[in-house]
């Protein structure tokens, strides 16, 4: 399974920008997936996850109220809309498919990663 992050760039604060995760097989689509990020000299840290029909998701209380993560199945997408973004979200943006169906924010239960995207808040 190849997974593919789109939609990073550089954007003022208090601005919005949505990522994209495809992937290559539709093999995922009853597993959730989730976001995650790692923001120079600092350790990858979970954003959001969502569950395989979308019905159940969670968020980083860093995240919770600014950050959206949806998906369609049909298109073996996930999305994350991100808004109200701050400086300290700077970050490059990874998406990962779980090894099972429900939302988890541990890292270990992630074996699909998509390559990154960068996401810079800056004026």
């Known amino acids: 399974v190849q997974l593919q992050a789109s939609g990073g760039g550089l954007v003022q604060p208090g601005g919005s920008l949505r990522l994209s995760c495809t992937a290559s097989a539709r093999t995922v689509s009853n597993n959730a997936m989730g976001w995650f990020r790692q923001a120079p000299g600092k350790e990858r840290e979970f954003v959001a996850t969502?569950?395989?029909?979308?019905?159940?998701?969670y968020y980083a209380d860093s995240v919770k109220g600014r950050f959206t993560i949806s998906r369609d199945r049909a298109k073996s997408t996930m999305y994350l809309q991100m808004n109200s973004l701050k400086p300290e979200d700077t970050a490059v943006y990874y998406c990962a498919a779980a090894r099972h169906s429900s939302t988890t924010t541990d890292y270990s239960g992630y074996p699909f990663w998509g390559q990154g995207t960068l996401v810079t808040v800056s004026s």
């Open positions: 969502i569950s395989w029909n979308g019905g159940s998701t």
